[in-house]
């Protein structure tokens, strides 16, 4: 009977090596499908935030376009004759009914109207330049970032072939259920990080589309401030995607620094936490950038 025992014994080694071996493989292929949608995620955003809202989606900038020619412009005409008229009966009223004034008062306010006209007229080209210069900074840093935004799983991989090797089963078995939760949290923060990125284009065409109805108001030094106020929040808005671009490379850097090593389920846990702390940046980015620029 002692060959059966040696054949039991040997199938069990078989087993607990074949089921070892294939915890081990799918804990790596789990570990680094996770990190290779994330190097996806890292690029689609850097794509993203450097796109002006007509590259981004043409067909949703010409009906945003459209929409504000034909609806919000003619609204904002009534505007702007309203604060060029209103403009003009504070000069008059403040000059003692133009007494106390000269010609040059009644130029300067005609130079004013042909300005404000000039600027309603040409508001999306306004705007446009404003996203063409966030884009070009957006750009240029992309250019220099691009080896860095990468994540690197190579050595990470080799690290872990070490450790896991010396697992027994159920510490294998832990350690995979451990990644899958773990992968779907990180599922979710990159769909949270996807859906701030889209937002922020869904966000810019609406704040584009309302354009001529401030900007019908700089005209006048009391009205103006509502003009004022959207053309930094505009800036704001443009520039954010130089923020998100910079909390990004910021994180592809960190997190390439946790080693493997030591503790392979801190070290992964520590990657998680830094995934966390990216998705808190970028929805920070809004606030930031307004607040650099004064946005209310």
């Known amino acids: 009977m002692w060959y059966m025992d040696f054949l039991f014994s040997k199938l069990g080694d078989w087993i607990n090596d074949w089921l070892k071996t294939g915890l081990i493989k799918a804990i790596q292929n ?4 996770i990190f290779s949608d994330l190097n996806t995620q890292i690029g689609d955003i850097s794509v993203q935030v450097g796109k002006t809202p007509e590259q981004w989606n043409s067909g949703v900038f010409s009906m ?3 929409l504000s020619e034909t609806v919000v412009i003619p609204i904002a005409g009534v505007i702007l004759t309203f604060v060029v008229c209103y403009e003009l009966i504070q000069m008059i009223v403040e000059k003692n009914n133009m007494h106390n004034s000269d010609t040059f008062e009644l130029f300067k306010w005609i130079f004013k109207t042909f300005v404000a006209v000039y600027i309603l007229t040409h508001t999306f080209d306004i705007v446009m330049s404003i996203f063409e210069v966030a884009q070009h900074v957006v750009a240029s840093s992309s250019g220099m970032l691009v080896g860095s935004l990468s994540i690197s799983m190579d050595d990470a991989l080799t690290a872990m072939q070490d450790q896991l090797n010396n697992m027994e089963i159920f510490e294998l078995l832990g350690f995979y259920l451990e990644s899958l939760i773990i992968k779907l949290l990180l599922s979710v923060m990159t769909v949270a990080a996807f859906i701030l990125v889209y937002g922020r284009m869904i966000e810019i065409y609406c704040v584009v589309s309302i354009a001529p109805l401030p900007f ?8 103006g401030q509502i003009g004022n106020n959207y053309l ?6 443009a520039f954010q995607g130089f923020l998100i671009l910079v909390c ?9 620094t946790i080693p493997l090593t030591n503790n392979m389920h801190l070290a992964i846990l520590s990657r998680t936490g ?5 998705c808190f940046a970028l929805y920070k980015t809004s606030a930031l950038s307004k607040s650099v620029f004064s946005a209310h």
């Open 248 to 256: 990004v490379a910021i994180y592809a850097v960190l997190i390439q």
């Open 64 to 66: 945003i376009r459209n």
């Open 232 to 237: 930094k929040s505009l800036i704001a808005l």
């Open 274 to 278: 830094y995934t966390a702390l990216l």
């Open 30 to 33: 789990m570990y680094a499908g």
């Open 216 to 223: 019908a108001t700089m005209a006048n030094r009391e009205w």
